[in-house]
């Protein structure tokens, strides 16, 4: 089942204090902050990388797989009540994740 866009335009409305962008892929979504990959949105539920960061704003958020053979993220319900706690754990999660690599030119 894919995620349908009114999720994600609520998902990004609930979060708006962030500059987050959303990408389609295969069916699914990623969700971007400062160029990073920071949560994921499959099946209309969103999953958040498990970094520290994250984990220490959202203690003990459940964990799941966003889609088979992935490895196991936040998975965030209840949290989307708060989700100034949300916000907290998506900028810990773009802190905690490098730079994303510069892309090469095509030849």
């Not at 990623?30 to 539920?45: I, M, R």
């Not at 966003?66 to 989307?80: C, I, T």
Request: charged share 20%; aromatic share 4%; proline share 13%.
């Amino acid at each position: 089942m894919a995620t349908r866009a009114e999720s994600i335009a609520h998902l990004l409305d609930a979060l708006a204090p962030l500059p987050l962008s959303a990408r389609k892929m295969f069916g699914e979504y990623a969700l971007y902050l400062d160029g990073k990959v920071v949560a994921l949105v499959c099946d209309d539920q969103l999953f958040l990388k498990p970094t520290p960061g994250a984990q220490a704003a959202l203690p003990g958020c459940p964990t799941g797989q966003p889609y088979p053979g992935a490895k196991p993220h936040l998975l965030v319900a209840e949290a989307l009540d708060d989700p100034a706690r949300v916000v907290l754990a998506l900028k810990a999660i773009a802190t905690d994740l490098p730079a994303p690599r510069p892309k090469r030119p095509r030849s």
